[in-house]
């Protein structure tokens, strides 16, 4: 560092510095010019309420066609991130009663081939339970050559104890693009309760078994 | 030709010193961004909640200026809040674009602590304290400012006091440069009231550098106040700051030691801190005493100047945190925000130390044979505790490596969200609603978990 080098670099390190500073800040609006997350607030805000309920879903129109969608994934809690089984039956798949169980999937809005204004999971054709929608499925995107599908992929939870036991129906409701209707799934997912556990009496598992994607 | 071997020696010293310069400019912030893009926190967090109106507002065409300069705690957080609103119209609100950018702010800091070290510190040593410098300024101790949205507060305030310290203590003495540094030190303290230490702080590096330049002096004070009337105006004393007057006698110094230590004292409570802290002080004390003795006997002080000026912000800031918070409890003083000021004090007590030790070093045999040891049990205890608070870091990320605990726990946070707010986290509220409380209530052991380690840190 001493002599005519260390003199040198002591005059235009500073310089390089700035530049390496400039190339990140460049690269940090390259990088998240890409991430799709919906984060736009306009185009949600003008769009009615959402359905919070079965009664208020049953206000909207409900839609003729096939849903597009899958339900390929079923979790057992929520820090235990992901199960995949694109399009193949679920089954073994259980939680400790109280715990929640994710469902996991994609869907969009078939006529207008955008993304869904929302998804929900029907529980019985009583409890409406929104969904997580909008993660990134960049494996969908591929699949259809589309990246407006990329922003497709939903989490819905279902509490594994607030369910009786006995075999339950969980139909997944897409809200269309615009909101003014809704696709049911034709196909339905069966919970059943067991009482084996290892956890000891009174904390059964719930178990999925016999789900298929339509997708 | 035979090339004589001191020569070899030397260039090959120069070699080495040219590779761990690079390393720290250049690879160091590039695994800081890597480690950024790979564990943004990509959604608006505790804080940074405040920020959806004037978000909100851009979107809808109108900036809320008075929102933008609005008091939020003790800050005002103007200058971030327009870097966050220009960064916002690049393809909407990304706080992953917020936190990559802000590396690239730390790294500008890279370019004012070079110039720094180059210009006060011994030659054979540049590279190396440098080296350090980068290292501290990318430390994962400041995972939470390096990782969320809102540690732009953090990085511009920071960025600013630096450049305005650098300014008033290695530029030439001139009023036109107290003038530039009365700038930096605005956009410092609308960004953050940390800034506030800077007023103080900027006389006392005018009157070390220079004790007959009274004129630059008074024209940094009448800035000072002008700065100063506008952060005051409108501005409310928070409540609960600060604290009561005797949870502020017991805690007060305990507060600051802690604050001071928090970017190397990372475990086992805050003694290891409130120790590191008092250690800083020490080292800073005595290079006061050596850089007062140079001067009564006419010799050369300068390149102590800098270093002790940004101590003397650290300390500031530390005395004001401390007046400020300390009724919140001593642990908050460790806080991995506030490291980010903090780590200023070590660049500071690092070259004063190299300052001390190379004066030593000149002071005959027997100095020298205690020169080595100590600089040797320096770096090697620098090095331990560098390391382990970056453990620390890595142990906190990995809480927040879940993307559907950061949502909730985003949520969580903020109790009383309005369906626009939340549909910046995600397009769908009523799934926030619905789902918060039956993760709460279905008792997820880490969810659980996760709550009260933000709980005793939350507040800025």
New interface residues.
């Given amino acids: 560092?001493?002599g005519g080098?260390?003199r040198l670099?002591?005059r235009y390190?500073?310089l390089?510095?700035?530049g390496?500073?400039?190339i990140?800040?460049i690269?940090?609006?390259a990088?998240?010019?890409r991430?799709t997350?919906?984060?736009?607030?306009?185009p949600?805000?003008a769009q009615p309420p959402?359905p919070?309920s079965v009664s208020q879903l049953a206000a909207l129109e409900p839609l003729r066609g096939v849903p597009a969608y899958s339900l390929d994934g079923i979790v057992s809690?929520?820090?235990r991130?992901v199960v995949k089984t694109a399009g193949q039956a679920h089954s073994n798949v259980s939680a400790p009663r109280?715990?929640?169980l994710l469902f996991g999937g994609w869907a969009y809005d078939p006529v207008v081939l955008e993304p869904a204004r929302?998804?929900f999971l029907e529980v019985d054709g009583k409890t409406l339970?929104?969904?997580?929608?909008?993660n990134q499925r960049p494996d969908v995107a591929s699949y259809f050559g589309d990246q407006s599908m990329a922003a497709t992929g939903f989490?819905?939870?279902v509490?594994a104890g607030s369910l009786a036991a006995g075999p339950h129906r969980i139909d997944v409701i897409i809200l269309s693009a615009d909101g003014s209707g809704y696709y049911r799934a034709i196909d339905r997912v069966v919970l059943t309760e067991t009482t084996s556990s290892r956890r000891g009496p009174g904390k059964g598992n719930a178990r999925v078994s016999g789900a298929k994607g339509a997708g | 030709m035979r090339t004589p071997p001191g020569v070899q020696a030397?260039r090959r010293t120069?070699i080495l010193?040219?590779v761990t310069?690079v390393v720290a400019?250049?690879v160091v912030?590039a695994l800081a961004?890597a480690l950024v893009?790979r564990y943004t926190v990509?959604v608006p967090y505790i804080d940074e909640w405040t920020f959806t109106r004037l978000?909100?507002g851009a979107?809808?065409g109108h900036i809320l200026w008075a929102d933008a300069f609005a008091q939020r705690n003790e800050h005002r957080i103007f200058f971030p809040a327009l870097l966050i609103l220009g960064?916002s119209r690049?393809?909407?609100?990304?706080e992953?674009?917020e936190t990559?950018?802000d590396?690239?702010?730390v790294?500008?800091d890279?370019?004012?602590l070079?110039?720094m070290i180059?210009s006060t510190l011994p030659?054979?040593t540049?590279?190396y304290v440098f080296l350090g410098a980068s290292l501290l300024t990318f430390s994962l101790v400041q995972v939470e400012t390096l990782l969320w949205g809102m540690g732009s507060e953090w990085f511009v305030a920071n960025l600013s006091a630096l450049f305005a310290l650098y300014v008033l203590t290695l530029r030439a003495p001139s009023a036109s440069n107290v003038v530039v540094a009365l700038g930096a030190s605005a956009v410092s303290l609308f960004s953050l009231s940390a800034g506030l230490s800077l007023l103080p702080v900027g006389v006392l590096a005018l009157l070390l550098r220079d004790p007959s330049g009274w004129r630059r002096a008074s024209l940094w004070v009448a800035g000072s106040i002008v700065m100063l009337a506008i952060f005051l105006r409108g501005f409310n004393a928070h409540p609960g700051f600060p604290g009561r007057a005797g949870e502020l006698a017991t805690m007060f110094p305990q507060y600051v030691l802690a604050f001071l230590g928090g970017p190397l004292g990372t475990r086992n409570g805050t003694q290891p801190a409130e120790f590191l802290g008092m250690f800083s002080l020490a080292v800073i004390a005595i290079a006061a005493i050596r850089f007062g003795a140079l001067r009564a006997r006419g010799r050369s002080a300068e390149a102590y100047v800098p270093w002790l000026a940004l101590c003397a912000f650290v300390v500031c800031d530390a005395l004001l945190a401390a007046y400020g918070r300390a009724g919140l409890g001593i642990v908050q003083a460790t806080s991995s925000r506030y490291a980010t000021m903090a780590t200023d004090l070590w660049f500071g007590v690092i070259a004063l130390l190299v300052l001390l030790l190379a004066d030593a070093w000149k002071a005959g045999r027997f100095a020298v044979r205690l020169v080595v040891p100590a600089a040797a049990v320096l770096v090697c205890g620098f090095a331990y505790l560098f390391v382990r608070a970056q453990f620390t870091g890595f142990r906190y990320i990995a809480e927040f490596t879940?993307p559907?605990?950061r949502?909730?726990l985003a949520v969580h946070d903020f109790p009383d969200p309005t369906d626009?707010q939340l549909?910046?986290l995600?397009?769908?509220?009523?799934?926030?609603r619905?789902?918060l409380p039956?993760?709460a209530?279905?008792?997820?052991p880490?969810?659980e978990e996760l709550v009260p380690v933000r709980s005793s840190s939350r507040a800025k």
């Fill in positions: 560092m001493t080098d260390g670099s002591a390190l500073p390089g510095i700035v390496v500073a400039a990140i800040m690269a940090a609006v990088l998240t010019g991430v997350v919906p984060r736009s607030v306009a949600l805000m959402l919070a809690s929520p820090s991130v109280g715990q929640t929302a998804v339970i929104p969904a997580l929608y909008g989490i819905a939870p509490r | 030397s120069s010193g040219l310069i400019a250049g912030p961004f893009y990509d978000i909100l979107d809808r960064l690049l393809g909407g609100w990304s992953l674009r990559l950018f590396v690239g702010l790294t500008l890279l370019a004012i070079w110039r180059v030659a054979r540049v590279p879940s559907i605990q949502g909730m626009e549909s910046l995600c397009p769908c509220p009523a799934y926030l619905w789902s039956a993760l209530a279905a008792g997820d880490q969810f």
